[in-house]
């Protein structure tokens, strides 16, 4: 008989996103699995409990789901103290935030869970279609385009009219990783004039080939490459310095900024001043994708939208998840990709191989074992 898996309803307040879709439960249980989905999980992402009944999936309150599983699915990773009744060494697959949720960490490893963090997923060729933060990311780009337009009140294509020709909005976007990529080609979707700048060196194709303009710091090195993982890591002094007086003439003459960057496991780095945002025009908008790591935007504020010398500042919590349905049916596909990439007939269950076990796992064995939280 195949592993028990439960699929449960997110508790967070701001989460509207759930780990399994009718789509994935049809082909978890065509590998052998049984799947239990707690009441009410899709209902914020528009999945009725009955299409998880009608694609082979049992729907019950939370305690019953749980008993007995072998694996559990959710976005975010609950605590610990919440998954009574699960198997013992049940894996909890999920997003975990482990460098800034350390006692959630610790709490699963002191209950003898196997927490794996769908989020320290290597990015590597074949992990692309479990990466989690860049199906996420994806949509977050995208999201964040239609948010600052939404909130600037004037139109972001040039229009050209009998009473006279409204200019096009002028997009800078920061950052270009997934999410900053898409951002770029959304905004120019929409008509906007868009510029771009990363400190990764690698990226300056990257932006020309949207069509977007790209905005480098000249004769001072920042990182070759595409830097650890596919992310940025810290620039030099000289640089920062450099980028910041590059930015500061730069952002002024911007109608919407998008920040984007992030640096794992550290606090996002401060792209935008208090001081650069007193330049911009008022009824400019920035928004800050980086906010709930620290933000990037000085004066951003976590879930919420600030106005700060007359300039939106959008700081909105989980902006996947303002696309619910569609962040869904991604995240979910990630999981079931990973666990059909492991799954062992034999054993009913997927079984994980070095390379990708060891960089997700984080506890096992009543211990924490993943080396990037012991150092």
């Known amino acids: 008989m195949g592993v028990h898996i439960a699929v449960l309803r997110e508790t967070a307040g701001d989460e509207s996103r759930v780990a399994?879709?009718?789509?994935?439960?049809?082909?978890?249980?065509?590998?052998?699995?049984?799947?239990?989905?707690?009441?009410?999980?899709?209902?914020?992402?528009?999945?009725?409990?009955?299409?998880?009944?009608?694609?082979?999936?049992?729907?019950?309150?939370?305690?019953?789901?749980?008993?007995?599983?072998?694996?559990?699915?959710?976005?975010?990773?609950?605590?610990?103290?919440?998954?009574?009744?699960?198997?013992?060494?049940?894996?909890?697959?999920?997003?975990?935030?482990?460098?800034?949720?350390?006692?959630?960490?610790?709490?699963?490893?002191?209950?003898?869970?196997?927490?794996?963090?769908?989020?320290?997923?290597?990015?590597?060729?074949?992990?692309?279609?479990?990466?989690?933060?860049?199906?996420?990311?994806?949509?977050?780009?995208?999201?964040?385009?239609?948010?600052?337009?939404?909130?600037?009140?004037?139109?972001?294509?040039?229009?050209?009219?009998?009473?006279?020709?409204?200019?096009?909005?002028?997009?800078?976007?920061?950052g270009v990783g997934v999410a900053g990529l898409q951002a770029i080609a959304t905004a120019r979707r929409l008509g906007a004039q868009v510029s771009a700048t990363d400190v990764r060196s690698a990226t300056r194709e990257q932006i020309q080939s949207l069509g977007a303009k790209p905005i480098f710091v000249e004769g001072v090195a920042g990182i070759e490459g595409e830097g650890t993982g596919g992310y940025a890591g810290e620039t030099s002094e000289e640089y920062r310095a450099a980028q910041a007086q590059l930015v500061a003439g730069h952002i002024a003459r911007q109608d919407i900024v998008i920040t984007t960057a992030l640096i794992p496991g550290r606090p996002a780095p401060r792209l935008v001043t208090d001081a650069q945002v007193a330049t911009m025009r008022p009824g400019s908008v920035i928004v800050d994708l980086a906010v709930e790591a620290g933000g990037n935007v000085e004066g951003a504020v976590a879930g919420e939208v600030v106005t700060r010398h007359g300039v939106t500042i959008i700081g909105h919590h989980n902006m996947p998840g303002r696309l619910a349905a569609d962040a869904s049916a991604l995240f979910a596909r990630n999981l079931h990709n990973f666990l059909a990439a492991f799954w062992d007939k034999d054993a009913g269950r997927p079984v994980?191989?070095?390379?990708?076990?060891?960089a997700i796992r984080l506890t096992r064995g009543g211990q924490v074992v993943n080396p990037r939280l012991q150092s």
Do not use: C
């Open 352 to 358: 994980l191989d070095a390379e990708i076990g060891d």
């Open 20 to 174: 399994a879709t009718p789509e994935t439960v049809r082909k978890l249980t065509a590998l052998g699995a049984t799947l239990a989905v707690e009441r009410g999980a899709g209902q914020a992402a528009g999945i009725a409990d009955g299409d998880y009944e009608q694609a082979g999936a049992t729907v019950a309150e939370r305690g019953e789901v749980l008993a007995g599983a072998g694996i559990v699915l959710a976005v975010q990773a609950p605590e610990a103290e919440g998954l009574r009744g699960v198997g013992e060494g049940a894996w909890v697959v999920a997003a975990f935030d482990p460098f800034r949720r350390h006692e959630t960490v610790a709490g699963y490893a002191a209950a003898g869970l196997e927490a794996l963090a769908m989020d320290l997923m290597p990015r590597i060729t074949r992990a692309q279609s479990m990466d989690i933060l860049s199906s996420q990311s994806n949509l977050a780009g995208y999201k964040a385009v239609l948010e600052a337009a939404n909130a600037y009140g004037r139109a972001l294509p040039m229009m050209m009219t009998a009473a006279g020709t409204i200019p096009a909005a002028r997009v800078f976007v920061m």
